[in-house]
């Protein structure tokens, strides 16, 4: 069990930087800047949260193949990499309202 709920704390973080990410850019459509700041600086702090777990995992797994890889876990790294990919292209999208807004 702790072992699921170390990868479902791994999913919510990586759903939670994602989805702060892409609240930012809705800001900054908006030219909601400071709400833009705060929305990234929160997409961070989860991502940060998430690779940590990730980074828990590979140490318990050790490089030995001691953790049972399943359908859960794949779908815990498919989020993990699909909301940093997000996160980095959300940025550069709104750098560019920025400075097309400024």
Do not use: F, P, Y
């Not at 170390?6 to 973080?13: F, P």
């Not at 961070?44 to 949260?49: D, F, H, I, L």
């Not at 318990?60 to 399943?70: A, H, P, Q, S, T």
């Amino acid at each position: 069990m702790e072992l699921e709920t170390t990868v479902m704390e791994l999913i919510i973080n990586a759903g939670e930087s994602k989805s702060r990410a892409m609240s930012a850019l809705a800001c900054a459509k908006q030219g909601q800047w400071e709400e833009v700041d705060e929305l990234l600086a929160q997409s961070t702090e989860a991502a940060k949260r998430a690779h940590k777990v990730q980074t828990e995992l590979i140490g318990m797994d050790e490089g030995e193949g001691k953790i049972l890889v399943n359908l859960i876990m794949v779908h815990a790294q498919d989020h993990i990499m699909t909301s940093m990919l997000a996160r980095e292209l959300i940025e550069e999208i709104i750098d560019i309202h920025r400075t097309l807004q400024a």
